[in-house]
């Protein structure tokens, strides 16, 4: 089975821009989960999507939002982007983030700067 | 709020030696372990994992880890390590159907 697939893989931005990064779950998961990974406050969980709702949210702004397709897909996006928003964004899929012995595997990111 | 502390930071080991990462967690009640590894350049992989049952797991590559409830402890080990183990290693706790709490991460490095 084909792992979890992120695009692009790096991006380069200015302030005040905005920026969507696109995953891909394994086939047939359908819970798809965004983490920002930053040398300072190391992994940090933004949200998570099942069938095409979000079903949990970390603490981060409003400018970061996401969506999910009805193949379960999903995107995130960020606005007006600053600075302290370059980290590498991971993307993770399961079955279906409910049971009790769901497991996240994690795809290999996109390293985002923003200049 | 769910935290979860991994002591060691960095460390470093010559080949053979036994390694042991300390990761502990705040929650009293249930949930689910797992450890994950970054090799460098790659994904996040999943080394192991425990949900119930048996409280010593066994993973990939030789790796272990035994959940201590008393002690609010998942800690990973292995008997004699490699050149290819350096890496980061997380740990990381899932509460109920929530999402995973990651500890800092431990940066091993083994040297030949």
């Known amino acids: 089975k084909a792992g979890v697939t992120q695009t692009p893989r790096y991006l380069i931005k200015t302030r005040g821009q905005q920026v969507t990064l696109s995953c891909s779950p394994i086939s047939g998961h359908r819970s798809v989960s965004w983490y920002q990974q930053t040398p300072g406050q190391g992994l940090q969980f933004l949200f998570e999507y099942f069938s095409e709702t979000q079903r949990n949210k970390g603490n981060f702004p409003g400018r970061f939002s996401g969506r999910q397709f009805s193949n379960s897909r999903s995107e995130m996006n960020v606005s007006t982007l600053e600075l302290g928003d370059s980290a590498l964004y991971l993307c993770?899929?399961?079955?279906?983030?409910?049971?009790?012995?769901?497991?996240?595997?994690f795809g290999p990111g996109t390293r985002l700067t923003v200049l | 709020a769910q935290s979860v502390s991994q002591h060691n930071h960095h460390v470093i080991l010559s080949e053979a030696a036994s390694l042991e990462l300390g990761c502990n967690y705040s929650y009293g009640g249930t949930v689910n372990l797992f450890w994950y590894v970054q090799y460098p350049g790659q994904h996040l992989q999943l080394l192991l994992k425990?949900?119930?049952?048996?409280?010593l797991v066994k993973g990939i590559k030789g790796f272990e880890a035994e959940f201590i409830k008393s002690k609010f402890s998942f800690n990973l080990r292995k008997p004699s390590v490699q050149w290819s183990d350096t890496a980061e290693y997380f740990c990381a706790v899932m509460e109920g159907r929530r999402a995973l709490t990651f500890g800092s991460g431990t940066r091993l490095q083994v040297q030949p």
């Open positions: 425990y949900f119930s049952g048996d409280p």
């Open positions: 993770a899929s399961s079955l279906d983030g409910g049971s009790s012995t769901d497991t996240q595997y």
